[in-house]
């Protein structure tokens, strides 16, 4: 199991998605008050939502999801953590998987050479029989 170093709260998650729409917004070149106008909500409702001060419903997420062109997690994801656990995890992932491709490539390069070794073993006896 794995642990973070910082527990997850829901102000630490309002503010993640407050900080990827400001980016988002800022990217598509828009104003509070141009994104509001969009939304049809208040420029004070967007700039508490990007402030982390209020959360955001379904609706509101796959409106900004329309307007931004993005992902769900996109909007939830927070760059700031520290994802070295999971990147240590990756890593011992990748490891695994190779180590049992490599097992797995040398245990059907044993079992083909052992097959061809049989099957050249039972002609040669099959032609040593007929030249009898």
Do not use: W
Not at 19 to 32: D, M, P, S, V, Y
């Amino acid at each position: 199991m794995f642990y973070f170093s910082s527990m997850t709260s829901i102000q630490s998650i309002r503010k993640a998605v407050g900080k990827n729409i400001r980016r988002f917004r800022e990217e598509a070149g828009l104003t509070q008050e141009t994104m509001a106008e969009r939304l049809g909500f208040s420029t004070s409702h967007i700039a508490n939502i990007e402030g982390g001060k209020t959360g955001i419903s379904d609706e509101i997420l796959a409106s900004l999801c329309n307007l931004f062109n993005k992902k769900p997690a996109e909007i939830y994801n927070d760059p700031d953590l520290n994802f070295s656990v999971d990147k240590e995890l990756k890593l011992a992932i990748n490891d695994s998987v190779k180590k049992v491709i490599q097992n797995s490539s040398k245990d059907i390069s044993d079992e083909i050479l052992r097959r061809v070794t049989n099957e050249l073993t039972v002609r040669g006896y099959s032609e040593r029989r007929r030249e009898r």
